[in-house]
């Protein structure tokens, strides 16, 4: 699963890099929400995969800070990556004649500048909060990688502060990103309503389809897990709904993406081909 969503999400950076026809906000950012899928991914899964060769189930105080620090910033990446593509669509939708200021390459790179700086500071202000407790009691962490509140748990210090900035940090995380999706479904939805051919209202909904699909696969269970996980114990469902979002969702991406997208498809018959030609010549 892991090497399938490693070359998944790399197929679709390399064919958005090499077809001019994809160099568009949209696709930069679906090329960015890929990189963000691998880093996501080999945040966690290649220690489980080393504990589980190994037999040996132990990391670093240092190693579990450093992952829990890159696993929130990359998956508060992929919040803000998917808001800011539903935003996308609602001006090429909904805006097609402000296209080009609503979304100028300044404004665009001023997007994808925010999301990566945003997520950063979110996740270096978990990490400096969780190096100021102490661990003084057990060390077991009943989970698969460093999580926020399976760590909180091992502390024997006071630890409101840091569960105060959890829920206001994930809240903004999870409820900002999602609420301009809603917003801009809401308005996306109206307007392709409207549109009197039925050819043009099925290719609308088929460039939204997709992403759609992925917003409801991942803020699902990331949800599910940080707002509203039932007590303040890691339970199984909670590993279980971890799992899901952090290795099947990037796995899935790639070919939610590829298989309900017409330019995607194209893009990668012609990377496969431009391969399969020069294999042939050499």
């Known amino acids: 699963m892991y090497l399938v969503t490693v070359m998944g999400n790399l197929l679709i950076i390399l064919a958005i890099g090499l077809d001019p026809h994809l160099h568009t906000p949209m696709y930069f950012f679906l090329a960015n929400l890929s990189f963000a899928d691998i880093c996501f991914s080999s945040t966690t899964v290649p220690k489980m995969l080393v504990n589980i060769h190994t037999h040996s189930q132990t990391i670093l105080y240092g190693g579990c800070l450093a992952q829990m620090h890159f696993f929130m910033m990359f998956g508060a990446l992929d919040d803000f990556l998917l808001g800011v593509m539903a935003y996308d669509r609602y001006v090429a939708i909904c805006r097609p004649l402000h296209d080009t200021t609503?979304?100028?390459?300044?404004?665009?790179?001023?997007?994808?500048?925010?999301?990566?700086?945003?997520?950063n500071l979110a996740a270096l202000l978990h990490t400096l909060l969780m190096a100021r407790l102490s661990f003084c009691a057990g060390n077991t962490l009943h989970h698969f990688f460093c999580d926020v509140l399976p760590l909180l748990q091992l502390s024997c210090s006071d630890i409101h502060m840091n569960q105060v900035a959890l829920f206001m940090v994930c809240s903004m995380i999870l409820t900002a990103p999602l609420?301009?999706?809603?917003?801009?479904?809401?308005?996306?939805?109206?307007?392709?309503?409207?549109?009197?051919?039925?050819?043009?209202?099925?290719?609308?909904?088929?460039?939204?389809?997709?992403?759609?699909?992925?917003?409801?696969?991942?803020?699902?269970?990331?949800?599910?897990?940080?707002?509203?996980?039932?007590?303040?114990?890691?339970?199984?469902?909670?590993?279980?709904?971890?799992?899901?979002?952090?290795?099947?969702?990037?796995?899935?991406?790639?070919?939610?993406?590829?298989?309900?997208?017409?330019?995607?498809?194209?893009?990668?018959?012609?990377?496969?081909?431009?391969?399969?030609?020069s294999f042939q010549g050499l």
Do not use: E
Request: net charge positive; glycine share 4%.
């Open 102 to 119: 609503l979304m100028s390459p300044l404004v665009f790179m001023l997007f994808l500048a925010a999301c990566w700086v945003l997520t």
């Open 179 to 277: 609420s301009l999706i809603i917003l801009s479904y809401a308005r996306i939805i109206s307007t392709i309503l409207r549109v009197p051919s039925s050819s043009g209202r099925q290719k609308a909904f088929s460039t939204c389809g997709s992403h759609l699909t992925v917003v409801f696969l991942f803020y699902g269970t990331a949800i599910g897990v940080y707002l509203y996980s039932p007590s303040s114990q890691s339970s199984s469902k909670d590993r279980i709904a971890s799992v899901f979002y952090t290795v099947v969702t990037p796995m899935l991406n790639p070919f939610i993406y590829s298989l309900q997208n017409n330019d995607m498809k194209t893009a990668l018959r012609k990377l496969f081909g431009t391969n399969m030609i």
